[in-house]
């Protein structure tokens, strides 16, 4: 990136309110004690606050802390990963299991060191979680895992509520943004979701700010509506470091509004589109009626039980 490119200064409606209380500050404990990671801390994401204490919801980040790739859009850490961890999925099925959460996203780090991705551990992760947490709904977000087919296989044998994968931007910004990932071959990912499970709602997402046009956010719609997928989410890129890509300007919120009205005129079931949205953003609020219903009836039950607060040992 040149070196003469100015830092463009944030606007008044990108500053959040940072709400510390008891729930949140558990959570982060209870995360720490399990030895767990989250896309939430390590993406930097600005509703933290609001998913773990008000929505109870939670992204959890799966086969370790290091990403083999190295995307200039993230703050995820680049490097050579750990060996897998099988005791990884108890642990976040326990985790939710304890912060009584309703929904849960599982993403992970790229495994291109792994011949499935991580598919298997990810697979187990969300059989886990049901085994513990019968009602609660899970969205799977993964890699490409190359394209694999199989590992995708493996992955949608654990029948997830939502699978979501991200095209993060739009196509010709793609190999600028995303290393080593390629805009079809997500793409072809999500199509092929639907092969496998006809019935699963599919989501993606695109980060604005970074150079693109209009028409090709536009363009963006059309490419994943033509592969099936079902919901979009669309947020401000945010430049996590100075080592990172800078941000080219900031969308006004009624930008954001008319992105999303164009998404639902377009024909998508559900679109999330505003400043402080990330992919996982209200993701509670997308599962499918099905699912939804199982949800409602084990957090019913749930509250029956707590009438007080979880206890965290704080």
């Not at 969308?251 to 024909?267: C, S």
């Amino acid at each position: 990136m040149a070196k003469q490119q100015e830092y463009i200064r944030k606007p008044e409606w990108l500053k959040t309110k940072i709400n510390t209380n008891k729930s949140y500050t558990g959570l982060k404990k209870l995360m720490r004690d399990k030895k767990l990671n989250t896309v939430c801390e390590e993406a930097r994401c600005p509703n933290i606050h609001e998913c773990w204490s008000e929505r109870k919801t939670a992204t959890f980040m799966i086969l370790g802390d290091t990403c083999t790739r190295g995307c200039r859009f993230c703050a995820v850490k680049t490097g050579l990963p750990n060996e897998l961890d099988w005791g990884e999925p108890e642990r976040v099925a326990e985790s939710v299991e304890i912060m009584g959460l309703k929904h849960v996203v599982v993403t992970a780090v790229a495994r291109d060191d792994l011949n499935d991705g991580g598919a298997a551990v990810f697979a187990e992760t969300v059989r886990a979680i049901r085994k513990l947490n019968p009602g609660c709904t899970v969205e799977i977000l993964p890699s490409d895992m190359k394209g694999d087919y199989e590992s995708l296989s493996t992955l949608m044998n654990s029948k997830p509520d939502i699978f979501n994968h991200n095209i993060e931007t739009v196509r010709r910004l793609t190999k600028r943004v995303r290393a080593r990932a390629m805009y079809d071959r997500s793409l072809q990912l999500l199509q092929r979701v639907k092969l496998i499970a006809p019935t699963t709602p599919t989501k993606s997402s695109i980060m604005v700010g970074l150079g693109e046009t209009k028409e090709e956010i536009i363009q963006a719609m059309d490419d994943l509506l033509a592969h099936g997928v079902d919901i979009m989410t669309i947020g401000q890129y945010l430049q996590p470091t100075k080592k990172h890509l800078l941000v080219e300007r900031y969308y006004h919120p009624d930008e954001f509004q008319e992105l999303k009205e164009i998404a639902l005129e377009k024909g998508f079931r559900h679109c999330e589109s505003g400043p402080m949205v990330r992919s996982s953003y209200h993701a509670d609020e997308q599962v499918s009626q099905a699912s939804a219903q199982r949800r409602i009836n084990y957090m019913q039950g749930y509250e029956k039980q707590e009438d007080k607060e979880v206890d965290f040992k704080l």
